[in-house]
DNA sequence: TCATTGTTGCATTTTATTTACAACTATAGC
DNA sequence: GCTATAGTTGTAAATAAAATGCAACAATGA
């Protein structure tokens, strides 16, 4: 049971941006990371979509956040990043070839994990999680050097 | 986000242990739930390694479950079957690259929402979710006839 | 007009998962 | 003991999903 990097990568745009609170472009967010600025696109593309950040292209331009840290619920976040949540196959109606699907009493139980898991990260916003910039930033700082 | 197949055909498998009652074949099991043999041994051999299932080889043997249904945690089949509940990198001590990892906030966060998944699986056993085994048998049979 | 910076769509690589197979060992019954 | 049954083990192939790379493009500000 995994998160794709891709939604992770995501959260760690946005814990850049609301630390230093400044906008940054996709050069200097892969630099921060050690990570390829390739890599970022397709995360920063969703955010924006998703009306987390704001871009803006040419000289001066880069992306910054579209609202407040404190209204960027983490759960929202996840949900708007991961590809699914097919915890189980029964989960996609669609596609689904179990046999007892809809008697199984493990779908249900699954699916209220699933919603604790979600309750839990709903419980934050990107600012809470970034109220300790400051050692964020000096950490980003002394790895990219 | 997703289990992997393997720890729902482990699933599966118990179910239908517990709701027959008795032991089954690789076979049976195969046909119960009309998938391939071949990926059922794996399930079914991991099962017998935790501790959950009895094997017998030979003429009349089969699988059954090691304990009563009702001291089977469902956490617990989970744990033992998934390969890993590596949400993100850095939950992977060893083999973290994140920048971040130690202060970042985040970490916590999914290592609680984790914690409240497993929690709500292991409330139940495996005799919470074979209480209607009649109808689930009938699914079966009906689908596999 | 130009350098900058994000956008888009596609191709490739890599990894994880799923599925298949075959040779092997144990068991029960005759 | 022989034989059919049934699980065991290790490996390999196929598939699917994710991660990564690239290049041509479009917008923007100086
Ligand atoms: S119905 Fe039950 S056994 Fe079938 S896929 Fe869903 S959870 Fe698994
Ligand atoms: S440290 Fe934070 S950003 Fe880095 S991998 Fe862990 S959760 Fe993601």
Same mark, same amino acid.
Request: no cysteine; net charge positive; hydrophobic share 40%.
């Given at each position: 049971m995994k998160l794709t990097t891709f939604s992770d990568y995501a959260f760690r745009v946005l814990i850049y941006l609301a630390s230093t609170g400044e906008s940054a472009s996709l050069s200097e967010l892969a630099q921060a990371y050690?990570?390829?600025? %390739?890599?970022? @696109?397709?995360? @920063? %593309?969703?955010?924006?979509k998703n009306g987390f950040v704001r871009t803006r292209r040419g000289v001066g331009g880069g992306i910054s956040l579209a609202r407040p840290a404190s209204e960027i619920s983490l759960v929202e976040v996840a949900l708007s990043t991961e590809p699914n949540f097919t915890i189980v196959e029964c989960f996609d109606y669609e596609n689904n070839t179990c046999r007892i699907a809809g008697a199984c009493r493990l779908e249900r139980i699954l699916q209220d994990a699933t919603r604790a898991f979600m309750a839990e990260i709903g419980k934050y916003t990107l600012a809470d999680i970034t109220g300790n910039s400051k050692v964020l930033l000096k950490l980003i700082a002394r790895s990219s050097a």
């Open positions: 050690g990570i390829s600025r %390739n890599h970022l @696109v397709k995360a @920063v %593309n969703t955010l924006e």
